[in-house]
């Protein structure tokens, strides 16, 4: 079984829709991640958080929320889909003073 | 905000050949990785570099550590179908009263070697 679980792993949702989606972990790490993959953009940033009390905003958090419902769960909504939002979503994990980070296997989401 | 940026973006060479792929910032990075990504998976790290000048290989991939910290290469010698894929440097970043908690990515480099 994955380490970092994801949930659905392929979505279509209509636009103005609510969507969850979810990452479950294993490893017992504190610190959890949502990143966005665009074509030649890298990863980027959504939210982040260290532990079940602490929520961060990264780079392009506008139009998501989340949820950190415990230690091993963290879950990435989108309250109303726009087409824009049309990307890979990854959810990572690292351990508190470690350096790798260690990635689900990605939700593809398409909004039409 | 500490950026890394990444090329080239895109690169198709036959097998056999060699090539170097470049991670580049205007800040200092305590110490940057590199991630290699396969259609329908996650990033995968194949290597953290920490010492400014260091060098660290991996069989046929060799990577290097600016001696400033700002930048970082990813050489592969004779390339194989085998190694296609994303390559994705990133490095630690600060996030609030946190020391380097968040991982900034570059754009990433496309890499297909063929046959």
């Known amino acids: 079984d994955a380490d970092v679980t994801q949930t659905p792993r392929n979505r279509i949702t209509k636009t103005g829709k609510r969507i969850m989606l979810e990452c479950s972990q294993t490893k017992g790490h504190d610190r959890m991640y949502w990143y966005r993959q665009d074509p030649g953009l890298g990863l980027r940033l959504i939210y982040y958080?260290?532990?079940?009390?602490?929520?961060n905003k990264g780079e392009i958090s506008d139009g998501y929320s989340v949820s950190r419902q415990a230690q091993a769960k963290f879950s990435l909504s989108l309250e109303s889909a726009i087409p824009n939002q049309t990307a890979l979503y990854f959810c990572a994990t690292r351990r508190t003073g470690g350096v790798e980070a260690f990635f689900g296997q990605g939700t593809r989401l398409t909004v039409v | 905000t500490q950026l890394l940026e990444q090329s080239p973006q895109f690169l198709s060479i036959q097998e056999g050949e060699n090539l170097t792929v470049y991670c580049n910032s205007s800040?200092?990075?305590?110490?940057l990785q590199w991630y290699r990504q396969e259609p329908g998976e996650g990033p995968v790290l194949l290597v953290t570099?920490?010492?400014?000048?260091e060098v660290k290989k991996l069989k046929r991939l060799t990577f290097q550590f600016g001696d400033a910290r700002k930048d970082s290469s990813l050489h592969i010698t004779a390339a194989q179908p085998g190694d296609t894929g994303l390559y994705l440097c990133a490095g630690p970043t600060n996030a609030g009263g946190t020391s380097y908690g968040k991982l900034t990515f570059g754009q990433g480099t496309i890499l297909t070697v063929h046959p």
């Open positions: 800040s200092v990075f305590s110490s």
């Open positions: 958080s260290f532990d079940v009390k602490d929520i």
């Open positions: 570099v920490v010492t400014g000048g």
